[in-house]
Every structure is written in structure tokens, then in C-alpha cells.
């Protein structure tokens, strides 16, 4: 039963306020999640973000600045953001859900198959956090992965962008990719409207004929979305192998667990189609493979 | 505190909690038209509005986060009475049926056109993306919006937006706005939470965690001493009557073996205690204070747990005949255990409850076995279908009152009158003690011909004289209100090498769940509306239903005919790859055609001898040769992904127009004092049409302008008896009384004319608009009307009829698809779907359009997409939106088209048959012949998954279990083969 609404003007209030209510507050942004009855924490304090200036998508010099309080729908209009993020935007839910889900709250649920996650990961995007002892980043992998194995009720108490250990989701920092880096995305759903069962981004450079710096970040099989760190490795300097072998490599590399809405080992499979077509994808799209331009490039950085 | 926004361009300062939902506060601010289909869950979209220009589902957003917003809702949309330019477009495209979610969806097409003035067809998916519509396909909205867009240019703008026919009448045959349609696109106040008064007390259940459980001890004090408890009911109080929720004409092929409140739970969700309070978070809290304890027993939860030796017995109760009680019944009722409860059953059903048999039937012509003797080839297959829910976005609802000294119930109800008969025999008053009254229903698709919820509410009324509203939540529709049988149908067929078939068997076993309402005659419809499909000579069927421990099974559109003619069609497409036969030449060949006498149907009677049927029209053979035309039959598609293949699909399907020798339907007409007219018609309107078809009647007969002619149905206390709609009666049945009213009354007016005119009413006849004519002159009806009601008249015209047959009207079908299946994934694409019916003349044709594809797109939701899923114990997994997964838009096929295939029937009224239930016929057997095309296996049980496929093609391994802990009330696995 929720018996104080609040509404602080600014990000330290609104931090300070959380600190002074404790764990039976929950930030309130769009609301899609926490006002929902599949919402299984029952708060005795919102915290609302309305007020906090928090919804601008920037374009900066070296990348883009998306405020957390930025909506489903605007990511997906955003026509200047990378495709990858504007697209997996696409499949969040469905129009009346985008529209008022934020990145933040997105983030913050923490969905094992969150559809933003895995691009946001691909994209080396970092998440800015304020919390009392100032504004701190960290990257969304990190941060996802830190999130599941939070104690309490669950992911889902710290929806709409509240985490409770570490502060308040504020922004999203992606950094401008390299024009040469390639992408792929995939997502696996029942029905149109459907949450993914599993979905997957890759981000990958071209030497010559060699993979470099492949990132896989997958969804649906583990407590968050995953960066399967270990196929990554088997990756990097290769030549693209056959679809068949990374299929059967991310299928070796993740433990999906069987519910209603697939058996595990239709998700493990599906896990390594979606990832190997990704990658495909991903090698076809990185350009520069011949003079190697684009790898040197982005190891610069 | 006061809230500040602006609603509908003004604005305003509510009194209202930052906490408070927008829709419960936009209700109580009198905006009913943001309704609550899935009790916050966030996944049906009927209560959004427009918020700064946004379409959001209000049940997500909280008073706080909307201070200083613009709200819009359906209320802005028209100008005082005279509807938008999308109103009016959804109403002639036909896109209104039952209308609860019609505001939202008209707020999705506003907001789309105000941000994209020429909208794309992707456009109107995306904007409609959020949106459950179970009534209507959503594939007309696109033909609205377009529609709209040209009035917004132009307000006088027509395009006629379905085809027309019977050049020779005036109104039926033509799309004509609905008469209820304006009203509903307003939003108007309609359905039966409209009609709640100001202090009305909520009704809450309490319902059981077990599967199978006796209540042994069950103690209310604590919930009854709560400040704003009203009354509490459980099997300690409730009327020890065992009846039936099924509303079939009585007497009832169904058992009655149901209390209101009994001492067994039969189903996780079953009623253990009703709490009425003053408020619903009074009565909530309550629920909890109620203490039961439980004797758990073991369950059943699937045909094969139900049949086997020594199962649980789910009615274990003396059993009681109304009539044709066997000679050892006494010996039969020794072991029984009264706590279950007596079944009582009107005539003998061979059933045998101790055994979990809740009616068995067989039956056939000919001799199979000399069939399959004939043989060239046999074939034996069985298939299966899960357990799938209607959701009609407004659950199941009721509100009733006492009215002096009598009982009114509003109700969302297929069945008034069945109602009227069961509630007051368990209340033990006389039926002219109730009224029931049926609003708007929020759609019904058979669930609602069941009493689910409406005897608890009337017997709380009844005791305590208060108002009471009770209306299921999205989880208690799923638990606890009525879906289709799971069956197993084992379907064995002979035939001659060159495709002639010799012999056809089919063995139908359903499961009933924990009450028999419809168990006779849902598997036995499996049979009797697929059956005669096929020419053969020697038939036979066999039909078992079982008691089993999951959720109620009950009616469901289509009835057993879907399960039945995924089972039989898919078999015959079997049986013609076997034979090497193209399967549409096989269909050709052994299909049923016009002026052949369906002998089968003797022997396929609801609970009693049927009659064989001669058949008048049949629309068959023109559709399956415009659909092979239209899909390409027999030219191989191919995809440019290399994971997917391309496969093509067809069925061909009837169903019936109610039930001869057993349904019934009256109407009466007044004329009033100007010459217009109050058609009072028994008929149930669920959002078909089927006011506007009574109303068509009588214009098209009496040849009056249908704005003439007011209309008040399905009110017990107001119009005459009618059985209600269900088994596809309404045009058939309602349409015919209502035209044998307006004949009578024509009758009459021609025997006054012909006083006036001083002509023999051989030379009268009616003209439009309202005129009689003879041979020296003519007179209004309007002076008719005068004359008779004066002094001197013989009082005003009243005409009162009633429509039975004995004649049976088979509306056809056949269904054409191409599906893409990813060989990978396992996933299944409708690509095309071309449904072409013979409804015999459409009298609304833009109606029966939205029928055909609502019907096809909820079967494409339930072949691929929609199954109830249990865990051991009982419970489902699954009873919510999100993870059920009813079609919405993005999910109808990207080419999807209904074809009217018109025929003029000898019986109907103006030729009309019936269209609704028909549709759901094609889309399991058509899209698994299409999987098979693409991709060589035979898909025997539905839902098809992702995972099924994958597993029948091999590329997961075949555990024959689906995952493990997860069960399925039709079967307990995974069938299916390569070939």
C-alpha cells in the first residue's frame, strides 16, 4: 500500500529521499513495471522522476547521452542513435508500453531478457549512477550482471530505474562507434507483443579475415542478460567460423533453465542460432576487413 | 488532495490519491469507456487514452505522474452526438463488434493520425500494437483508418468497404451501420458495469489452493467481524441444490453436479467461500480471514491419469435420474461418498462418474469394418488439442438488485432465459420472481453460455437485499471460468487406391475438467460437424468424456467442431500424401455436395435421435476452386532465407445454424402510434450484429427505413423467450422469429389497409417508405397506425411469432494458407490466410467479414500460439496475457482475407445461415497441412510451438515429455512425426 508519493525537483533529493525511506521505496518512472500487478514488490514509497529533468537524448562529440528518464518510443524515433539500440528499442513490448517505459526503468528491472540490454552491452555503453557519495559509471554489463545478485525481493524491486545498492540510474553514456565496427541483433519471441525468450547483440571488428574484439551479450539464459565472456575469447583473432560451430560453442556456454515459456534445451538451442546468426550478421556489417583500418581503430581507443 | 489535468480539453481538479490509478479515477469521474481487461497487468491496452497526445494504458499510470497532462478520452471524439470521421469509418468498416475495446482502439487511430497524417499499413500495426481485440481480426481497422482519412478531407466521403448482396433487396445484404454501433462508438454506457448504483457491495471469492480436496472444517467468524462484511457464504449456509452452469435447453444433456458451495474443491480455483462486502478491499481482506482446512486428495489431471484403473474419483456422489434411471442403481450409489454431492442427470448420458466416465456416445451407418476390408490403403492417426480460453476482454460480470420484491441480475450472458430457469430453481422461487436482463457483453465466444459467476451474486442479493457487483479477474477467467475441452481424437481411415474413401472412424476421448456442462454434446459436435463433411457410406464414431482436475471446460465458438476437423482434415491430408494424391483433388473427390441426404446426422442428435438432413445449398465447391486460384495452389513458393520454407495448407469446414427440434426463438412487434415500430426480439446480441439482423427483418419486410424500427432484446421480463445464442442460432433462429413477426404484422396491416382502401388484400401491397398500395390508391402506415389506436379501431397492431425447424442450414468453408517456417527456430509465420464461407446470403456483410477473420485469428492464436499450462499439482502456470499469448495485431497474417461465398438457403430467413462459429474451424488443420508442406512433418497436437517442430523435424531431441513438471490437459506429451 503506497503511502507517500514524492516528487523531489532535483537528483539529490531524490537520492537523499531514497536513503532517508529505505527499502520500501522504489523509484517511480514510467511506471509500466512498479504500477503493474506483476509488480511483486508492494512499495510504501514512490519516488517519482518526473522532475528531474532526466528524458533529453543528447548527441555529444564523441557519442550520445540518453537521459534515464528517456521513453521506449523516443530511443526507437531517435533517428541519429546506432541502429542496433533504435531496433532493439523496437521490440520492447508494444507501442503503448514504449511509450511510456523508460531506459532507466528498463535497466533497473533488470529482465533476464531485457531487450535494450544486450545492444546496450554490444554498443560498450556505460550507465551513470548518482548516489550519495556522487555520480559514478560503470558499464552495463558490469552493472546488469551486479544487479541479479542483489539480495531482496528480487530484480523487480529495483524497477524503474531504482537500484538499491548502488544509486539512481541517471544516464546512459554511448560512445560514438567506429563507423567500421560491425552489429548484429536477434531476439526470439512467440508473438509480436511477446517479451523475448531469448535475444542476443554482437559487436565485432574485421582484420584481414580475423574476428577482433567480438562482444556477445545474450539474453534469456541466465538471472540477466550475460556477456559470454569465455566465447568471446574462443572468438577474437579467428576467422569467422561456420554458423554450426558457434551454435554449438554459445550452446556449451550457457544454462537456460526450463519454464513456461520453453524447456531449456529449446533455449540453448535457439541461444546459439540467435547468437551465431548475430555474428554473421555482425562480420558482414564490419567494414574495413581487408586493410584492417577499423580493427587498429577501435583498439586504439 | 486535489489533482489538476485537463480531461477532454477542460480542465479539471480531482479529488484523488497520487497513488490512485488513472482508470479507476477516470471511472469514478464518470469516463467508463477506459475499461479494465487485464486487471493491471499492463498487456490488453482497453483502458488507454491519449495523454499528451500518447496512447497509455491508464491501468499503469498513477494520479501522480498525470498532473498537468492532457487526457483524452473516446468522450472528446464526437460532437455532442454526431460521431468523428473515425467513428463513423470504424462502423461502416465494420471494426465495432462487441465494442469494449472499441474506445481504445479508436484512441490508437486518433493518435495515429494526428502524428501520421497518410498512415502506412505498418503504421496502423505499430499504433495498434497494444491493443486485444478477440472479436474482430483488427484486419478492417485498416480499411477504416483509410476510410477516415478520406472523410477528414472530405466529410461526405463514401467507399464501399465490403461487397454487397441481393441486388433485389433493399437492407439485408448491404453494410449498414449496427444499430448499437453509434452508442458504442461513443462510449457510451452499455455493459453491465455501467449500470451499477452508488453504494453496490462487491463479491469476492475464495477459492481453493488443491486440486482435489474435502473441506473439512471452515470457519468465517473472523472474516464476518470485520467492519464492512455484509454476508459470507460457504457450504455451511450456501443451498444444498445440484445443478448445471450449462445454459442448454432443458432438459439438459449435461449432469447437474454442481453446488453453489459443496464440501469437495474439484480444481485449483474452485469455490471454497464468497465474501460481500462494501467495498472490494473490504472483501479482499476478509478472504483472508476466512480459516479452511483441507483433506487432500490425489488428482487427475489428463485423459489417460482419468481412465486409468483406480484413479481418483472426481464425482464421487450418489447418482439420481430424472428419468431412465438404470435397474442397479442402488448398488451403483453404495460406494458413494456424500460429501461429493448427488448427480442428477435429466436422462441417461452412459455415464459412469465412478469411473470418471462423464458421457459416453457411438454410433454410425454403414459397416466400417467391411469398409476397411474394402481398402487399398488404411490409415490410423491420433491427434490432440490443448487447453485454450476464450479471454473476452470484458471477464465474465454481474450485478444484481432487488427490485421490490423481485430479483434483477445484468448480466453479460449468451443465455437470459436458461439463467431466469436455473437461478430460480436454486433459489426455490418461481421464474416471474427474477428478471435478468442482458447488457452489452463485452464479447462472450461461448464462455458465456455458461452461469459462471451470476447464481452466487443472485443468491447474495436474494438473502441480503443489497446491490452487488461481481466480476472475475483476468486470473479467476482463466482458472475458474469455462474453455475448451482438451481432446484426443483417434482418427482411422480406408480408402481405394484411387482416393475414394471406404470407412472413417473416429474416437473422440475429451476431458470435461471437475464439472460435466457440455460433455455429452462438445466431443460429440466433434464428430457431427466433421463427419459429414465426407461422402462415405460406412461411418462410425465413438465418443468418451472424462472427469479430470484442471479448470472448467465448458462451450467455447466452434464448440468440439475445431478439435474435430483439425483431427478429421488433417487425417484426410494425411491419407493423401499416403496415397500420393494432390489434397485438394483428394477433397474434391470425397466432399459432401448440394442435394445429397446426410444420413450420419440421424444417428448425431444433442442426447437424442437427430434427423438426416438433405443438403439445400453448399458453397464448397466455388470455394475451394477461388481459394486453390487465389493462394496458387500446387506452385511451390519459395523464401530468400535460407532457414525458412515456404508450405501451403487447406481444410474444408461446416458447422450448423442452431438446432433443429431443439431450439426455439420468438419476437413480437407494436406498432406505434406514427407508424413506426418497437421490434421486441428474444435473439442475443454478444457484439454480432444480430439486433441489426432482427431489425433488417423487418424493414426489408415491411418496407420501412430500418431508423423506423427500435429494438429492445434479450430482456426476460420484456421480450419473449428465446433459448439464447450458442450453436450459431442467432441468424437462423432470432433472425427467423423476427421475420415471421414482421410477416404477421404485415399480414395485419394489409387487413387494414384493405378496410381503408376498400380493397381486397390481394391487390395491397407494402411500399417503401411506409405506405401500403392498391390498385385505386394508397395509405400510410402512419394513418394506420392512427386509425387503429382510436376509438374506433381494433387496437393497436401487435404481432408476436416464433421460429422452429426441423430443417438443418450447413454453412461451409473452405481455408487456404502459406506459412513460413524457420528451420531453425521452429517458428511458424502465417504468411497468407484466405477464409471463404458460404453463409448463405450475409445479412450484415461487413459483420460476417469481421466474424471470419476474429474467428480465424483466434484459431491461428490457438494452433500456434495459445495453451493453458499446469504444473503437477494442478495449477496453472500461465494465467495472464503475457504468458498465454492471445494474437494481437502483429501477429494476423500480412495477407489475410475473407471471401463471402454466397448461397441462397430454402430455410434461412432471406437465405441467411450462420457465420460465426464456422470460422474456427480451418485454421489448425490448414496451417499443419501447410507446415507439412514446408516441411515434410505431420504436427499432431496443437498448440504447433516452436519446440514441437523442432522436435518432430529433429533437431532437438524427441523426449516424448514436454518440459519437465509442465502438463497439458489434453495429453500428457509431446506427439509428433516425421514423414
Partial sequence: MVRGFHTPGSVDEAVRLKRELGPSAVFLAGGTRVNSSEFA??????????????????????????????????????????????????????????????LGGHLGANDPCADLVPALIALDARIVLATEHGAFESTVADHVAACAVLPGPGPLAAADGQDAATGLITAVRIPRPHPCRGFGLEAFTRTASDRSIVNAAVSLSRVGERLQRPIVAIGGVGSSVLRLGQVEKILAGEALPSLGVIEDLVSAHVSPVSDVRGSAAFKRHVAGHMVARAVVVAWQGAAGGVNGAGDSHEEGR | MAIVFKLN????????????????????????????????????????????????????????????????TVESMARHRQLSAL???????????????????????????????????????????????????????????????????????????????????????????????PHLARG????????????????????????????????????????????????????????????????????????????KVRHVGDRVAAVV??????????????????????????????????????????????AGAPADLERYNAGADPRDGAILYQFPIHADPRRNLAAAVHGGIGDVEQGFAQADVILEREYSGGHVQSTPVEPHVVYTRMEGDRLVIHGSTQVPWHLRRIIARILGVPENRVRVIKERTGGAFGAKQDMVLEEVAAYCTWVTGRDILFRYTREEEFIASRTRHPMTIKVKLGAKR????????????????????????????????????????????????????????????????????????????????????????????????????LEILRCLGEGREGTPQRIATCGLGPALEQGAAMIHWGEVATSDDPDVRIGKGVAIIQQGSGLPGLDSANASIAMFGDGTFMLLSGGTDLGTGLDTVAVKMVSETLRVPMENISITAADTDVTPFDVGAYASSGTFFSGGAALN??????????????????????????????KVAGKGGSVTLDRIARHTQSGTGRGQLIATAHFITDKGSFPYGAHFCQVAVNIKTGKVTVQKYYALQDCGTPINPELALGQIYGGVLKTIGHSLYEEMVYDENGRVLNPNFADYKVPMIGDAPEDFRAILIPSDDPYGPFGGKSISEISCNGAAPALASAIHDAVGVWIRTWPFTPEKILRALGTLPDDGALQAGLRSGGTAGVKAEAG
Fill in chain 2, 9 to 72: 480539453g477542460a480542465e479539471r481538479a480531482v479529488d484523488a490519491q497520487p497513488a490512485e490509478r488513472l482508470r479507476d479515477v477516470l471511472q469514478r469521474e464518470g469516463i467508463l469507456s477506459a475499461r479494465n481487461g487485464c486487471d493491471n497487468e499492463g498487456t490488453c491496452g482497453a483502458c488507454a487514452v491519449l495523454v499528451d497526445g500518447k496512447l497509455l494504458n491508464t491501468c499503469l499510470l498513477l494520479m501522480g505522474q498525470i498532473a498537468g497532462k492532457e487526457i483524452r
Fill in chain 2, 741 to 770: 413477426a414482421a410477416k404477421e404484422m404485415r399480414r395485419m396491416i394489409l387487413e387494414v389497409a384493405s378496410e381503408l382502401l376498400s380493397e381486397p388484400t390481394d391487390n395491397l401491397e407494402l411500399v417503401f417508405p411506409g
Fill in chain 2, 498 to 597: 484411387d482416393g475414394t474413401l471406404t470407412a472413417v472412424q473416429m474416437d473422440a476421448r475429451a476431458n470435461t475438467g471437475p464439472y460435466g456442462g457440455h460433455c455429452l454434446t462438445v466431443p460429440m459436435n466433434a464428430c457431427s460437424k466433421a463427419l459429414p463433411l465426407f461422402l462415405c457410406e460406412n461411418v462410425r464414431f465413438d465418443v468418451k468424456s472424462y472427469y479430470s482436475n484442471i479448470a472448467p471446460t465448458g462451450a467455447y465458438q466452434g464448440y468440439g467442431a475445431p478439435k474435430g476437423s483439425f483431427a478429421l482434415q488433417l487425417a484426410a491430408a494425411e491419407l493423401a500424401a499416403e496415397l500420393g494424391m494432390d489434397h485438394l483433388e483428394f477433397l474434391e473427390k470425397n466432399r459432401v455436395r448440394e442435394g445429397v441426404v
Fill in chain 2, 188 to 263: 457510451g454506457a452499455a455493459f453491465v458495469e455501467d449500470r451499477v448504483r452508488p453504494g453496490t457491495c462487491h463479491l469476492k471469492l475464495l477459492k481453493s489452493p488443491h486440486a482435489h480436496a474435502y473441506i473439512t472444517r471452515i470457519d468465517t467468524s473472523r472474516a464476518e467481524a470485520l467492519p464492512g462484511v455484509v454476508f459470507v457464504l460457504t457450504c455451511e449456509n450456501a443451498p444444498d441444490v445440484a445443478y448445471g452452469s450449462a445454459g442448454q435447453g432443458f432438459p439438459e444433456p449435461s449432469p447437474y453436479d454442481i453446488r453453489m458451495f459443496g464440501r
Fill in chain 2, 277 to 322: 462486502a462494501e467495498t472490494l478491499e473490504i472483501a479482499e481482506e476478509a478472504l483472508g480471514l476466512i480459516d479452511v482446512e483441507y483433506e487432500i486428495l490425489p488428482h487427475v489431471l489428463t485423459i489417460e491419469e482419468a481412465a486409468a484403473e483406480g484413479a481418483p474419483v472426481v464425482q464421487n456422489g450418489p447418482v439420481e435420474y430424472v
Fill in chain 2, 87 to 181: 467513428q463513423s469509418s470504424f462502423l461502416d468498416a465494420g471494426i465495432v463488434q462487441c465494442g469494449y475495446c472499441t474506445p481504445a482502439m479508436l484512441l490508437a487511430m486518433q493518435g495515429l493520425l494526428e502524428r501520421a497524417p497518410a498512415p502506412t499499413r505498418d503504421d496502423v500495426k505499430d499504433a495498434l500494437s497494444g491493443t486485444i481485440c478477440r472479436c474482430t481480426g483488427y484486419e478492417q481497422v485498416h480499411g477504416a483508418v483509410d476510410l477516415a482519412r478520406k472523410r477528414l478531407a472530405d466529410p461526405d466521403h463514401q467507399t464501399k468497404l465490403s461487397p454487397e448482396f441481393r441486388e433485389d433487396l433493399d437492407v439485408v445484404g448491404k453494410a449498414v451501420r449496427k444499430v448499437d454501433g
Fill in chain 1, 41 to 102: 514488490f508492494s512499495p510504501d514509497h514512490l519516488i517519482s522522476l518526473a522532475g528531474l529533468g532526466l528524458d533529453s537524448v543528447e548527441e555529444t562529440a564523441d557519442g550520445f547521452v540518453l537521459g534515464a528518464c528517456a521513453t521506449v518510443q523516443q530511443i526507437l524515433e531517435a533517428a541519429a542513435l546506432p541502429w542496433p539500440l533504435r531496433r532493439a528499442a523496437s521490440q520492447v513490448g508494444n507501442r503503448n508500453i514504449r511509450q511510456a517505459a523508460t
